[in-house]
């Protein structure tokens, strides 16, 4: 075995979901006696942890990728080896196009080889050749557990628990179920423990995260549910936030929408992807929800639990949608006023069933026009919304300094990462251990609000 220590450097690329596989394959290395770094040109080894969602995810792969081989090559010229290796959702869906299209990149690894990081890593540096290890292109099955070792890598204040992987939904636009494969439960017990120890770690804020949160629990027929999940987590002592990200309209139910509301820390946030509203857009997008009983959820949402902040997103240029059809989801949009949305303009993706469809496509700057339009109201309705807070008083978590004297913090109406941040000039004195401050806010943008911390 090589005596001197490996050091790796690890990007990771894609929603929260990808940094915990990232998370795992870090604890995966550091408890195998591989280094970890965040100074890039101390490493041995970039490992590129890949989304590949959609076109713009591919090209950011594409863009990271070719860094590395550029800092791989660098180190070639100096007499320094080093290597590249892509992990992920990439290698895991095209993996020999993967193969032809990076010839340099030293070491593939798909999304089952997640908890075994190490061994390939371990077997590239003792034999400095590539190891290719090209995924065989099977769907993945693996699904981490509590007694998985992983490190962290977000803002010590809050974390990710994946409580399920993979999906069953045959959305036409996503190629997730053919990435990701079946959708699979942990139980509760296992993410009880997991959620007990980040607490312990003095975690704030917990996300529970799937490819769809709602669905949780029924490949077990046990009578798991996402709700019994959040009495259970509910019930755990300390001061924490819970957060419930990536539900499904079809799977929602009166009694997840009251534990989000009404829960002691349950953020009461519902983060529902509709896509559309367009009887005939949800149907080709195989949606399994229209738009009458869309509609009627909505309300419900909307009339019976108001304490619900909404996030949203929506889908444009979807093959066959008409001018009729975006003004449908225009006027919505306007009627509705989500508390946040985020919209996406359409890509065709290979192995999807949008491939099969026999419809029209829409011209890729139409699709962004009408992305614009919606984000161009959604813009007034947050600049609303948010200048309406100024003056009040609320609590905040703590996510990073930004200089001395300031926090980037989030209320409990914003998620990590999409929505707003509250920019907060903090008393003097040492706030490092600090997880929660009250503060009150100053000033509103359209995405972002300024407060100072209250003495209280």
């Not at 890949?50 to 070719?66: G, K, L, M, N, Y």
């Not at 002691?264 to 946030?269: G, L, Q």
Request: glycine content about 6%; overall charge negative; proline content about 5%.
């Amino acid at each position: 075995m090589n005596s001197n220590p490996i050091v790796v450097y690890v990007v990771t690329l894609g929603c929260a979901k990808n940094l915990v596989d990232a998370e795992v394959m870090c604890g995966d290395l550091a408890v195998n006696g591989i280094y970890l770094t965040t100074i890039r040109d101390d490493a041995d080894i970039i490992l590129i942890n890949t989304c590949s969602f959609i076109r713009d995810a591919r090209q950011e792969a594409e863009d990271e990728i070719r860094k590395a081989l550029d800092w791989k090559e660098k180190g070639a010229k100096e007499g320094v080896w080093r290597a590249v290796a892509v992990s992920g959702c990439l290698p895991q869906r095209n993996p020999k196009e993967c193969a032809v299209q990076y010839p340099n990149v030293d070491l593939f690894l798909g999304l089952d080889d997640v908890p075994k990081v190490h061994e390939f890593i371990y077997d590239l540096v003792e034999n400095k050749i590539k190891n290719r290890n090209i995924p065989s292109g099977r769907l993945s099955t693996y699904l981490y557990n509590e007694e998985t070792p992983r490190i962290t890598v977000t803002p010590q204040n809050y974390a990710y628990i994946k409580i399920a992987e993979g999906c069953d939904h045959r959305c036409a636009f996503c190629a997730i179920p053919a990435i990701r494969g079946h959708f699979r439960s942990r139980t509760i017990p296992s993410i009880l423990t997991e959620f007990q120890n980040l607490l312990e770690q003095g975690v704030g804020e917990i996300n529970l995260i799937a490819q769809d949160t709602t669905h949780y629990g029924h490949d077990l027929n046990d009578g798991t549910n996402l709700a019994k999940l959040l009495r259970a987590c509910d019930k755990l002592e300390g001061d924490f936030w819970i957060r419930v990200l990536y539900t499904h309209p079809f799977y929602m139910t009166d009694e997840v929408l009251d534990l989000l509301a009404h829960s002691k820390h349950v953020a009461p946030y519902l983060d529902i992807p509709l896509q559309h509203i367009s009887d005939s857009i949800l149907n080709n997008m195989q949606r399994r929800i229209g738009r009458e009983k869309t509609l009627a959820l909505m309300e419900n949402i909307k009339k019976n639990y108001p304490e619900l902040t909404v996030r949203t997103t929506m889908l444009l240029g979807f093959p066959g949608e008409t001018e009729t059809d975006f003004q449908q989801l225009l006027q919505f949009v306007k009627e509705y006023k989500f508390d946040h949305l985020g919209a996406f303009a359409f890509s065709l993706e290979e192995g999807t069933p949008a491939m099969n469809l026999k419809l029209p496509p829409v011209p890729e700057e139409v699709a962004q026009q009408r992305r614009g339009a919606i984000l161009e109201v959604q813009q007034d309705v947050a600049l609303e919304k948010n200048a309406a807070l100024v003056g009040q008083e609320c609590r905040v978590l703590l996510e990073e300094p930004e200089d001395d004297s300031h926090y980037t913090a989030r209320m409990l109406s914003d998620a990590a990462e999409v929505d707003n941040i509250v920019h907060v000039a903090m008393l003097p004195g040492d706030h490092s251990e600090e997880v929660f401050a009250s503060v009150k806010i100053t000033g509103a943008g359209q995405y972002d609000y300024e407060a100072v911390q209250l003495d209280h």
